[in-house]
């Protein structure tokens, strides 16, 4: 079975950043869409990057364009989400996530497989 773990969460002051990675182990990730979601406390987990397989595509939610960037390396089965001048609002578990059959989709319900998250929490 394919197992997805996430690291590099931790507390940041606002303004400061955090790198995220996420490690398959499995030959075929680079065969899958890769993404990356978060859940609040009390929240509905929501989606906020995506990147394809070659990363040709990859697209952010609006609340996190120009601060976030998602990439992947497919030597090291690894897809990453370094993020900048990090808000309080982003405080969540942050999930990594694997389409298998490589779909183009940003419902949380469309991805199969999932890690078992990293907390990130931003202080005010």
């Known amino acids: 079975q394919v197992h997805l773990v996430e690291s590099g969460g931790g507390l940041v002051p606002a303004g400061g950043s955090l790198r995220l990675s996420c490690v398959a182990s499995?030959?075929?990730?680079?065969?899958?869409?890769m993404a990356w979601f978060r859940q609040a406390p009390g929240k509905e987990r929501e989606f906020v990057a995506i990147i394809s397989r070659r990363s040709t595509y990859t697209y952010y939610e609006d609340f996190v364009k120009g601060r976030f960037t998602i990439s992947r390396d497919n030597t090291k089965n690894t897809v990453y989400l370094q993020m900048d001048d990090l808000d309080p609002e982003d405080t969540a578990v942050y999930y990594c996530a694997a389409n298998s059959r490589a779909s183009i989709t940003y419902k949380p319900q469309e991805y199969d497989i999932w890690g078992q998250g990293t907390q990130v929490t931003v202080s005010s």
């Open positions: 499995a030959p075929s990730f680079s065969g899958y869409t």
